[in-house]
Protein backbone atom coordinates (compact mmCIF):
# COMPACT_ATOMS: atom_id res chain seq x y z
CA UNK A 1 0.00 0.00 0.00
CA UNK A 2 1.65 3.47 -1.05
CA UNK A 3 1.41 6.07 1.79
CA UNK A 4 1.09 9.91 0.04
CA UNK A 5 2.32 12.73 1.94
CA UNK A 6 0.20 15.45 0.23
CA UNK A 7 0.36 19.11 1.07
CA UNK A 8 -2.27 21.78 0.96
CA UNK A 9 -5.15 18.97 1.06
CA UNK A 10 -8.19 20.84 1.98
CA UNK A 11 -7.69 23.39 -0.70
CA UNK A 12 -9.65 23.00 -4.43
CA UNK A 13 -7.26 20.94 -6.26
CA UNK A 14 -5.75 18.79 -2.80
CA UNK A 15 -9.46 17.54 -1.51
CA UNK A 16 -10.32 16.55 -5.54
CA UNK A 17 -7.04 15.27 -5.44
CA UNK A 18 -7.69 13.13 -1.93
CA UNK A 19 -11.24 12.06 -3.86
CA UNK A 20 -9.52 10.87 -6.76
CA UNK A 21 -6.49 8.67 -5.54
CA UNK A 22 -8.93 6.78 -3.31
CA UNK A 23 -11.66 6.33 -5.73
CA UNK A 24 -8.85 4.85 -8.16
CA UNK A 25 -6.06 3.53 -5.98
CA UNK A 26 -8.03 2.54 -3.18
CA UNK A 27 -4.88 0.66 -1.88
CA UNK A 28 -3.84 4.08 -1.30
CA UNK A 29 -3.84 5.66 1.85
CA UNK A 30 -3.04 9.50 1.97
CA UNK A 31 -2.42 12.07 4.78
CA UNK A 32 -3.27 15.32 4.22
CA UNK A 33 -1.12 17.93 5.60
CA UNK A 34 -2.84 21.26 5.40
CA UNK A 35 -2.66 25.16 7.59
CA UNK A 36 -6.17 25.69 6.83
CA UNK A 37 -5.43 29.10 5.88
CA UNK A 38 -8.42 31.04 4.15
CA UNK A 39 -8.49 28.36 0.89
CA UNK A 40 -8.03 25.23 2.36
CA UNK A 41 -11.50 24.19 4.20
CA UNK A 42 -12.16 20.92 6.31
CA UNK A 43 -15.63 20.60 4.96
CA UNK A 44 -14.23 19.87 1.69
CA UNK A 45 -13.17 16.00 2.80
CA UNK A 46 -15.48 15.78 6.14
CA UNK A 47 -17.08 12.81 4.73
CA UNK A 48 -13.85 10.89 4.60
CA UNK A 49 -13.00 11.32 8.13
CA UNK A 50 -14.15 8.05 8.80
CA UNK A 51 -12.29 6.48 6.64
CA UNK A 52 -8.91 4.99 7.50
CA UNK A 53 -7.27 5.38 4.09
CA UNK A 54 -7.55 8.85 4.90
CA UNK A 55 -5.82 11.13 7.92
CA UNK A 56 -5.72 14.86 8.43
CA UNK A 57 -3.09 16.64 10.07
CA UNK A 58 -3.43 20.43 10.79
CA UNK A 59 0.63 22.41 10.62
CA UNK A 60 2.79 24.08 8.08
CA UNK A 61 4.28 22.90 5.95
CA UNK A 62 7.40 25.78 7.25
CA UNK A 63 6.86 23.53 10.38
CA UNK A 64 10.44 21.23 9.79
CA UNK A 65 9.66 19.04 13.52
CA UNK A 66 6.41 18.46 12.05
CA UNK A 67 6.86 17.75 8.74
CA UNK A 68 10.45 15.39 9.76
CA UNK A 69 7.66 13.66 11.95
CA UNK A 70 5.48 12.88 9.11
CA UNK A 71 8.04 11.96 6.00
CA UNK A 72 9.64 8.11 7.56
CA UNK A 73 6.06 6.39 7.03
CA UNK A 74 5.60 7.95 3.31
CA UNK A 75 6.79 6.91 -0.03
CA UNK A 76 5.79 9.86 -1.84
CA UNK A 77 5.24 14.04 -1.30
CA UNK A 78 2.39 15.65 -3.85
CA UNK A 79 3.41 19.34 -2.40
CA UNK A 80 0.36 21.26 -3.54
CA UNK A 81 -0.32 23.37 -0.56
CA UNK A 82 0.61 27.19 -2.24
CA UNK A 83 -0.93 30.65 -1.67
CA UNK A 84 -2.38 30.72 -5.55
CA UNK A 85 -4.84 34.25 -5.89
CA UNK A 86 -3.20 36.70 -8.34
CA UNK A 87 -4.77 39.71 -6.86
CA UNK A 88 -4.23 38.81 -3.22
CA UNK A 89 -0.69 38.68 -4.17
CA UNK A 90 -0.83 42.18 -5.87
CA UNK A 91 -1.91 43.39 -2.57
CA UNK A 92 0.49 41.36 -0.15
CA UNK A 93 3.78 39.24 -1.76
CA UNK A 94 4.89 38.32 1.64
CA UNK A 95 2.73 35.27 2.14
CA UNK A 96 3.60 34.08 -1.18
CA UNK A 97 6.84 33.68 -0.63
CA UNK A 98 6.63 32.56 2.82
CA UNK A 99 4.88 29.66 1.45
CA UNK A 100 5.50 29.18 -2.00
CA UNK A 101 9.23 29.61 -1.71
CA UNK A 102 10.39 28.90 2.08
CA UNK A 103 7.49 26.16 3.12
CA UNK A 104 8.79 24.80 -0.04
CA UNK A 105 12.13 24.63 1.13
CA UNK A 106 11.72 23.42 4.63
CA UNK A 107 9.35 20.44 2.56
CA UNK A 108 12.66 19.74 0.33
CA UNK A 109 15.43 20.08 3.30
CA UNK A 110 12.90 17.74 5.38
CA UNK A 111 13.20 15.03 2.54
CA UNK A 112 17.03 15.27 2.66
CA UNK A 113 16.87 14.39 6.10
CA UNK A 114 14.69 11.80 6.12
CA UNK A 115 15.63 10.07 2.65
CA UNK A 116 19.09 10.69 2.04
CA UNK A 117 18.99 7.86 -0.36
CA UNK A 118 16.56 9.59 -2.48
CA UNK A 119 14.18 6.63 -2.15
CA UNK A 120 10.68 8.87 -1.79
CA UNK A 121 9.27 10.80 -4.49
CA UNK A 122 8.77 14.37 -4.19
CA UNK A 123 5.87 15.24 -6.35
CA UNK A 124 5.68 19.45 -7.09
CA UNK A 125 2.76 21.13 -8.46
CA UNK A 126 3.32 24.29 -10.11
CA UNK A 127 1.39 26.26 -12.69
CA UNK A 128 1.95 27.73 -16.13
CA UNK A 129 1.96 31.20 -14.85
CA UNK A 130 5.68 30.75 -14.68
CA UNK A 131 6.11 31.03 -18.02
CA UNK A 132 4.62 34.77 -18.70
CA UNK A 133 2.26 35.07 -20.99
CA UNK A 134 1.97 34.54 -24.99
CA UNK A 135 0.92 37.29 -27.62
CA UNK A 136 -3.01 37.31 -28.29
CA UNK A 137 -2.41 37.18 -32.41
CA UNK A 138 0.04 34.21 -32.46
CA UNK A 139 -2.31 31.04 -31.58
CA UNK A 140 0.01 28.15 -32.43
CA UNK A 141 2.17 30.03 -29.80
CA UNK A 142 2.04 27.61 -26.39
CA UNK A 143 4.13 26.92 -23.69
CA UNK A 144 6.71 24.13 -23.18
CA UNK A 145 8.87 22.35 -20.95
CA UNK A 146 11.22 24.13 -22.26
CA UNK A 147 9.84 27.53 -22.28
CA UNK A 148 11.97 30.37 -20.68
CA UNK A 149 10.49 31.24 -17.16
CA UNK A 150 8.64 34.83 -17.32
CA UNK A 151 6.67 35.41 -14.42
CA UNK A 152 4.63 38.58 -13.97
CA UNK A 153 3.08 38.87 -11.17
CA UNK A 154 3.97 38.45 -7.04
CA UNK A 155 2.04 34.85 -7.48
CA UNK A 156 4.09 33.46 -10.66
CA UNK A 157 7.12 34.32 -9.38
CA UNK A 158 6.98 32.68 -6.23
CA UNK A 159 5.97 29.87 -7.75
CA UNK A 160 8.99 29.99 -10.37
CA UNK A 161 11.24 30.12 -7.51
CA UNK A 162 9.68 27.15 -5.84
CA UNK A 163 10.14 25.64 -9.21
CA UNK A 164 13.78 26.43 -9.78
CA UNK A 165 14.73 25.23 -5.84
CA UNK A 166 13.15 22.34 -6.55
CA UNK A 167 15.46 21.93 -9.52
CA UNK A 168 18.55 22.63 -7.87
CA UNK A 169 17.67 20.19 -5.18
CA UNK A 170 17.83 17.24 -7.89
CA UNK A 171 20.67 18.25 -9.07
CA UNK A 172 22.50 18.97 -6.67
CA UNK A 173 21.46 16.36 -4.07
CA UNK A 174 20.28 13.84 -6.81
CA UNK A 175 16.99 13.95 -5.17
CA UNK A 176 13.49 11.63 -6.58
CA UNK A 177 11.54 15.03 -8.02
CA UNK A 178 9.30 15.76 -10.74
CA UNK A 179 7.45 19.45 -11.49
CA UNK A 180 3.77 19.86 -13.15
CA UNK A 181 2.90 22.91 -14.61
CA UNK A 182 -1.17 23.09 -15.55
CA UNK A 183 -3.11 25.48 -16.93
CA UNK A 184 -6.58 26.57 -15.00
CA UNK A 185 -8.36 24.24 -13.07
CA UNK A 186 -12.20 24.06 -12.74
CA UNK A 187 -14.65 22.08 -11.06
CA UNK A 188 -16.26 21.40 -7.32
CA UNK A 189 -14.75 22.80 -4.19
CA UNK A 190 -12.88 25.62 -6.16
CA UNK A 191 -13.13 28.72 -3.52
CA UNK A 192 -15.39 31.26 -4.94
CA UNK A 193 -13.07 34.16 -5.60
CA UNK A 194 -11.83 32.37 -8.36
CA UNK A 195 -13.69 33.00 -11.80
CA UNK A 196 -16.24 30.31 -12.77
CA UNK A 197 -17.36 29.95 -9.46
CA UNK A 198 -17.44 33.77 -8.45
CA UNK A 199 -19.40 34.19 -11.51
CA UNK A 200 -21.75 31.20 -11.20
CA UNK A 201 -22.96 32.01 -7.26
CA UNK A 202 -22.88 36.05 -8.26
CA UNK A 203 -25.69 34.92 -10.69
CA UNK A 204 -27.68 32.36 -8.43
CA UNK A 205 -27.31 35.50 -6.02
CA UNK A 206 -28.95 38.12 -8.52
CA UNK A 207 -25.63 40.10 -8.62
CA UNK A 208 -24.01 40.80 -12.15
CA UNK A 209 -20.59 39.28 -12.84
CA UNK A 210 -17.27 41.06 -12.55
CA UNK A 211 -15.44 40.84 -16.27
CA UNK A 212 -11.70 42.31 -16.50
CA UNK A 213 -10.90 44.91 -18.88
CA UNK A 214 -12.79 44.06 -22.42
CA UNK A 215 -12.14 40.35 -22.15
CA UNK A 216 -10.04 39.27 -24.69
CA UNK A 217 -7.34 37.63 -21.95
CA UNK A 218 -7.37 33.92 -22.89
CA UNK A 219 -6.67 30.90 -20.78
CA UNK A 220 -6.76 27.08 -21.32
CA UNK A 221 -8.95 25.41 -18.85
CA UNK A 222 -8.58 22.27 -17.24
CA UNK A 223 -10.92 20.05 -15.22
CA UNK A 224 -10.07 19.80 -11.95
CA UNK A 225 -10.35 15.74 -12.30
CA UNK A 226 -8.25 15.91 -15.31
CA UNK A 227 -5.64 17.25 -13.51
CA UNK A 228 -5.41 14.87 -10.75
CA UNK A 229 -5.38 12.05 -13.20
CA UNK A 230 -1.89 13.73 -14.87
CA UNK A 231 -0.59 14.21 -11.55
CA UNK A 232 -1.15 10.94 -10.26
CA UNK A 233 0.34 9.86 -13.58
CA UNK A 234 3.85 11.73 -13.05
CA UNK A 235 3.86 10.21 -9.07
CA UNK A 236 3.65 6.34 -10.78
CA UNK A 237 5.44 7.13 -14.09
CA UNK A 238 7.64 10.44 -14.19
CA UNK A 239 11.12 10.35 -14.93
CA UNK A 240 12.80 11.42 -11.94
CA UNK A 241 14.01 15.46 -12.88
CA UNK A 242 11.45 15.95 -15.27
CA UNK A 243 8.89 18.55 -15.95
CA UNK A 244 5.61 18.23 -17.25
CA UNK A 245 2.86 20.77 -18.47
CA UNK A 246 -1.11 19.36 -17.92
CA UNK A 247 -3.38 21.07 -19.95
CA UNK A 248 -6.92 20.88 -20.84
CA UNK A 249 -6.37 21.38 -24.87
CA UNK A 250 -9.37 24.29 -24.06
CA UNK A 251 -8.56 27.58 -24.69
CA UNK A 252 -10.99 30.23 -24.16
CA UNK A 253 -11.12 33.94 -23.57
CA UNK A 254 -12.86 35.32 -20.79
CA UNK A 255 -15.59 37.08 -22.22
CA UNK A 256 -16.33 33.56 -24.28
CA UNK A 257 -16.07 32.23 -20.59
CA UNK A 258 -18.50 34.77 -19.28
CA UNK A 259 -20.88 34.23 -22.37
CA UNK A 260 -20.73 30.19 -22.13
CA UNK A 261 -21.30 30.88 -18.06
CA UNK A 262 -24.55 32.88 -18.75
CA UNK A 263 -26.26 30.67 -21.51
CA UNK A 264 -25.90 27.53 -18.98
CA UNK A 265 -27.92 29.62 -16.58
CA UNK A 266 -30.14 31.30 -18.36
CA UNK A 267 -28.74 35.00 -17.93
CA UNK A 268 -28.53 37.70 -20.36
CA UNK A 269 -25.46 39.83 -21.54
CA UNK A 270 -26.86 43.15 -19.65
CA UNK A 271 -25.58 40.49 -16.18
CA UNK A 272 -22.09 41.78 -17.29
CA UNK A 273 -20.54 44.72 -15.43
CA UNK A 274 -16.54 45.43 -17.26
CA UNK A 275 -14.38 46.23 -14.70
CA UNK A 276 -10.66 47.90 -13.90
CA UNK A 277 -8.37 45.25 -15.02
CA UNK A 278 -6.04 43.71 -13.22
CA UNK A 279 -2.42 45.04 -12.95
CA UNK A 280 -0.03 43.43 -15.26
CA UNK A 281 -2.93 40.79 -16.46
CA UNK A 282 -1.35 38.30 -18.56
CA UNK A 283 -3.04 37.96 -21.99
CA UNK A 284 -2.91 34.46 -22.98
CA UNK A 285 -2.02 31.24 -21.52
CA UNK A 286 -1.51 28.20 -23.81
CA UNK A 287 -0.23 24.71 -22.47
CA UNK A 288 1.42 22.30 -25.23
CA UNK A 289 0.81 18.95 -23.43
CA UNK A 290 2.47 16.67 -26.10
CA UNK A 291 5.44 15.37 -23.32
CA UNK A 292 3.17 14.00 -20.96
CA UNK A 293 0.94 12.40 -24.01
CA UNK A 294 3.99 10.87 -25.34
CA UNK A 295 5.79 10.08 -22.06
CA UNK A 296 2.68 8.81 -20.29
CA UNK A 297 0.20 8.14 -22.20
CA UNK A 298 -2.18 10.77 -20.46
CA UNK A 299 -4.36 13.26 -22.24
CA UNK A 300 -7.82 15.22 -20.85
CA UNK A 301 -10.46 13.66 -21.54
CA UNK A 302 -12.64 15.50 -18.83
CA UNK A 303 -12.28 19.37 -20.19
CA UNK A 304 -14.12 19.66 -23.04
CA UNK A 305 -17.17 22.33 -23.23
CA UNK A 306 -20.06 22.52 -22.37
CA UNK A 307 -20.11 19.58 -21.02
CA UNK A 308 -17.56 20.27 -18.80
CA UNK A 309 -18.49 23.75 -17.70
CA UNK A 310 -22.16 22.43 -17.32
CA UNK A 311 -21.55 19.89 -15.32
CA UNK A 312 -19.54 22.48 -12.84
CA UNK A 313 -22.27 25.05 -12.79
CA UNK A 314 -24.80 21.90 -11.83
CA UNK A 315 -22.81 21.51 -8.85
CA UNK A 316 -22.51 25.01 -7.55
CA UNK A 317 -26.21 25.35 -7.81
CA UNK A 318 -26.43 22.06 -6.18
CA UNK A 319 -24.26 22.60 -3.48
CA UNK A 320 -25.48 26.07 -2.34
CA UNK A 321 -24.75 25.44 1.49
CA UNK A 322 -21.50 24.97 0.57
CA UNK A 323 -20.27 27.78 -0.70
CA UNK A 324 -22.77 30.31 1.31
CA UNK A 325 -20.37 28.87 4.01
CA UNK A 326 -17.11 29.50 2.23
CA UNK A 327 -18.72 33.01 1.56
CA UNK A 328 -19.65 33.90 4.83
CA UNK A 329 -17.02 32.26 6.50
CA UNK A 330 -19.33 29.69 8.58
CA UNK A 331 -16.57 26.97 7.51
CA UNK A 332 -14.68 28.61 10.22
CA UNK A 333 -16.78 27.46 13.14
CA UNK A 334 -16.64 23.91 11.53
CA UNK A 335 -12.95 23.99 11.79
CA UNK A 336 -12.87 25.68 15.12
CA UNK A 337 -14.95 22.47 16.46
CA UNK A 338 -13.54 20.06 14.52
CA UNK A 339 -9.41 20.81 14.96
CA UNK A 340 -8.21 23.85 16.91
CA UNK A 341 -8.30 22.83 19.75
CA UNK A 342 -6.38 19.45 18.30
Known amino acids: MQHILLTGGSGFIGSNFVRFVLRHR ?13 SGNPQNLADLEEDPRYKFVHGSINDMELVQSLLPDMDAVVHMAAESHVDRSILDARPFVETNVLG ?3 L ?10 NQKRFIHVST ?22 APSSPYSASKAGSDMLVRA ?6 MNICITNCSNNFGPYQFPEKVIPLFVTNLIEGQKVPLYGDGSNVRDWLHVDDHCEAVLAVLENGAAGETYNIGGNNERSNLQLTHAILEVMGKGKDMIEHVKDRLGH ?7 ATKIKTDLGWEPTRSAWPAAL ?6 YIDNEPWWRNVKSGAYREYYNKQYARR
Open 26 to 38: PDCKVTNLDALTY
Open 104 to 106: TMT
Open 108 to 117: LDAMRRVDPG
Open 128 to 149: DEVYGDLPLDQPNLKFNETTPY
Open 169 to 174: YHHTFG
Open 282 to 288: DRRYAID
Open 310 to 315: ESTVKW
